[in-house]
């Protein structure tokens, strides 16, 4: 059998007549091997936009998979695929710039789905940190977001289980001033914002019940 494919350019103008978009497809989907499949340009002639595609799915071997631009020409956002999920064995999956080019923020995947997510500022300090777990914000022994003054000193700490706000051994949110004095906390469980009493006897409950379950297991 003789496979032939049918290979097809499509081009999208400016009313200039400046290019605006360009797809390469092969057998109807996008697909090239030998650079982006996908470009977009700002009016100006500028790249605005790159993506590799190998089969219509997002893929690339020896760099990220997608590229975005702004009008000056500096690099915004950047991503990486294998065989059209996020994925890269060497660092973060995506990776967002300052127009400085100074590193705006990494999203680290792990099975096509977000487990740490850190955001910097401009001269380099860390801003925030946000961990997941199987694409939900978790942790399991620690808070999972915590944000900084540009100064480096705490700003805030907030606690998740599975998406949804909760701690038994304390607050589930603690801001704090720039001095590092505590500003403002609040109590959850499982999600539900409760008063510190509330939570205290809600607490109890949960510990009464683990004590029952492991006493029934003994016996």
């Known amino acids: ?52 595609y190998d089969t219509n799915r997002l893929h690339r071997d020896d760099g990220p998979a997608e590229e975005r631009y702004r009008p000056d020409g500096t690099k915004s956002f950047c991503t990486w695929f294998r065989h059209g999920e996020q994925y890269r064995d060497d660092g973060a999956a995506s990776v967002e ?21 850190e955001e910097f500022y401009e001269d380099g300090a860390l801003l925030s940190r946000t961990r997941y777990h199987r694409g939900e914000i978790h942790c399991a022994k620690g808070p999972a977001i915590e944000t ?24 589930a949110e603690k801001f704090y001033y720039d001095d590092g004095s505590l500003e403002y906390f609040a109590y959850y469980l499982r999600g539900e914002e409760l008063s510190q009493s509330e939570h205290a006897y809600q607490v109890s409950l949960i510990k009464a019940a683990k004590v029952a379950k492991k006493a029934k297991q003994n016996n």
């Open 1 to 52: 059998m003789l496979t032939i494919s049918t290979i097809t350019i499509q081009d999208t103008h400016y009313a200039d007549g400046t290019i605006e978009n360009r797809k390469h497809y092969s057998n109807g989907v996008l697909h090239r091997l030998d650079g982006p499949a996908e470009e977009s340009f700002y009016e100006n002639g500028n790249i605005k936009y790159r993506a590799w």
């Open 97 to 117: 710039f300052y127009q400085s080019g100074e590193v705006r923020a990494y999203m680290w995947y792990r099975n096509n789905r977000p487990c740490l997510h």
């Open 148 to 171: 900084f003054y540009e100064n480096g000193k705490i700003q805030s700490r907030e606690w998740y289980r599975y998406g949804k706000e909760h701690r038994i051994d304390g607050p």
